[in-house]
């Protein structure tokens, strides 16, 4: 795999995350972490495409809502899946508290690799931790760890689709970790058309899951959610992004018309 660093953009925003560093500097550093995080972990198009350069939470066309200027040194904020922390590391630039903030990722290779990548374990803490949402002792350790009150906000930008079989249970536990009139705000893979069921593909244990706007509705208000907006048209998907999955879920690219990453927010 060929990177032109000509080629590899950084959002302007996330220069603030590395004050200091050079664009070639901030890439050259990414691309080290990309190269660990892809020889030690299952493969993932965020990783390997550089989203994390590109981060899509402050994208979101629902961000406004879910993180109001006014409130958001005061809102408890919960991620599911943070990966190397880029979205709670920028809420934290934004104005968040970061006594407020906390983040899980299943893997201890993105949470370590996290911490290098921003060089930051000093100041930023422990605010992201190594659990696995769907573990039994889940909401123990959460509440040993970030108090028994419930969130304003979580996110799970990027996860629904990567665990197929257990939306329910993410659903649930979003729902549970919530706060009434509290939000829950992510992006997952989406198709245009409406389906009311949702679309798995991939050979075990590589599998995925598509969903519809029909379909997120009906998981997320089967879970208790009362309101859900969803915007297919905030990051439609690229061609490499289709031919990756083609690749690593025998995807049919012949489905691939009317592919995004669809943005979601829903108030319980």
């Known amino acids: ?27 050259n550093r990414a691309l080290l972490i990309r190269k660990e995080a892809m020889e030690k972990e299952s493969p993932h198009r965020c990783v390997e495409g550089l989203f994390f350069l590109k981060e899509t939470l402050y994208k979101n066309s629902f961000n406004s809502e879910a993180f109001p200027k006014d409130k958001l040194p005061t809102l408890r904020i919960f991620e599911v899946g943070s990966c190397f922390g880029v979205a709670l590391r920028k809420l934290v630039l934004d104005g ?11 893997s201890d290779t993105f949470v370590r690799l996290g911490y290098q990548f921003f060089d930051d374990k ?11 949402v769907l573990a039994d ?15 304003d906000v979580v996110i799970a930008n990027l996860v629904f689709h990567c665990l197929p079989d257990h939306n329910d249970v993410l659903a649930e536990r979003a729902y549970k970790l919530l706060k009434p009139g509290g939000v829950l705000i992510g992006q997952t ?3 245009a058309n409406d389906m009311n069921e949702q679309f798995v593909f991939g050979i075990s244990p590589r ?17 208790g959610f009362q309101t859900v907006k969803v915007n297919l048209n905030d990051h439609p998907m690229e061609e490499e992004d289709i ?26």
């Open 1 to 27: 795999m060929q990177t032109v660093l000509q080629e590899i953009q950084v959002d302007e925003p996330l220069y603030q995350l590395f004050p200091g560093m050079t664009k070639q500097e901030i890439v």
């Open 96 to 106: 968040a508290s970061r006594d407020n903030i906390f983040g899980v990722d299943v």
């Open 122 to 132: 000093a100041s930023f803490g422990d605010r992201i931790r190594v659990l696995n």
């Open 137 to 151: 002792n889940f909401f123990d350790v959460v509440h040993s760890w970030a108090g028994p009150e419930p969130f």
């Open 189 to 191: 893979a989406a198709h």
């Open 207 to 223: 599998k995925a899951v598509l969903h519809s706007e029909s379909s997120f509705n009906n998981l997320l208000k089967s879970h």
């Open 243 to 268: 031919q990756w999955m083609s690749r690593h879920f025998a995807f049919d690219k012949n489905e691939a018309s009317g592919l995004s990453l669809m943005s979601f927010i829903a108030r319980k």
